[in-house]
Antibody, heavy 121, light 107 residues
Framework: EVQLVESGGGLVQPGRSLRLSCAAS????????MHWVRQAPGKGLEWVSG????????GYADSVKGRFTISRDNAKNSLYLQMNSLRAEDTALYYC??????????????WGQGTLVTVSS | EIVLTQSPGTLSLSPGERATLSCRAS???????LAWYQQKPGQAPRLLIY???SRATGIPDRFSGSGSGTDFTLTISRLEPEDFAVYYC????????FGQGTKLEIK
């Protein structure tokens, strides 16, 4: 059974940093691209970042480019999101999602339950 | 960036009726890299359709997708009570973007 478990969310002040993690199990992690997708309270889905199976291809939404860094450790079956210079508008539930292919240009077929990030003073 | 516009914003129908949801892209979506997701309150999204018209694993055949270029449609042939939810389209041909969602509610 595919499982994606996010952690690392919490309350953080504007301008500070936070690192999210996603522990994956139930599938061959390094056979698939992975993504972070967020959802602000009561709002729609926003793709944040994606990474190919071998980290050779990485993409970011314009809203987080230069502030967020995605990475993965295939030996640990884990996905990460380093979030710097956080803003109030980054407040959201952050989902880890598995792509359907090794490349990031593919949809997402499994999602975690999300970790909540709240940016507030 | 490709912008996806979904319509209507809210669709009110009864169980047994047919639902037609629209997703329009600001520019052509390459290779029909268009997906649809369903999200229920308090749950993560679920992949329904990919490649504009292919059903994901385990998705009932009352769900179907169609379209190409800039105009795409999700059709639910006969609504079941569990189909009332929010639906999102997503393009993954040029980076990734989601539409704003269509809420399908019980009339």
């Amino acid at each position: 059974e595919v499982q994606l478990v996010e952690s690392g969310g919490g309350l953080v002040q504007p301008g500070r940093s936070l690192r999210l993690s996603c522990a994956a199990s139930g599938f061959t992690f390094d056979d698939y691209a992975m993504h972070w997708v967020r959802q602000a309270p009561g709002k729609g889905l926003e793709w944040v970042s994606g990474i190919s199976w071998n980290s050779g291809s990485i993409g970011y939404a314009d809203s987080v480019k230069g502030r967020f860094t995605i990475s993965r450790d295939n030996a640990k079956n884990s996905l990460y999101l380093q979030m710097n210079s956080l803003r109030a508008e980054d407040t959201a539930l952050y989902y880890c999602a598995k792509g359907t292919e090794i490349a990031a240009a593919a949809p997402m077929d499994y999602w975690g339950q999300g970790t909540l990030v709240t940016v507030s003073s | 960036e490709i912008v996806l516009t979904q319509s209507p914003g809210t669709l009110s129908l009864s169980p047994g009726e047919r639902a037609t949801l629209s997703c329009r892209a600001s520019q052509s979506v390459s290779s029909s890299y268009l997906a649809w997701y369903q999200q229920k309150p308090g749950q993560a999204p679920r992949l329904l359709i990919y490649g504009a018209s292919s059903r994901a694993t385990g998705i009932p055949d009352r769900f179907s997708g169609s379209g190409s270029g800039t105009d795409f449609t999700l059709t639910i042939s006969r609504l079941e009570p569990e189909d009332f939810a929010v639906y999102y389209c997503q393009q993954y041909g040029s980076s990734h973007t989601f539409g704003q969602g269509t809420k399908l509610e019980i009339k």
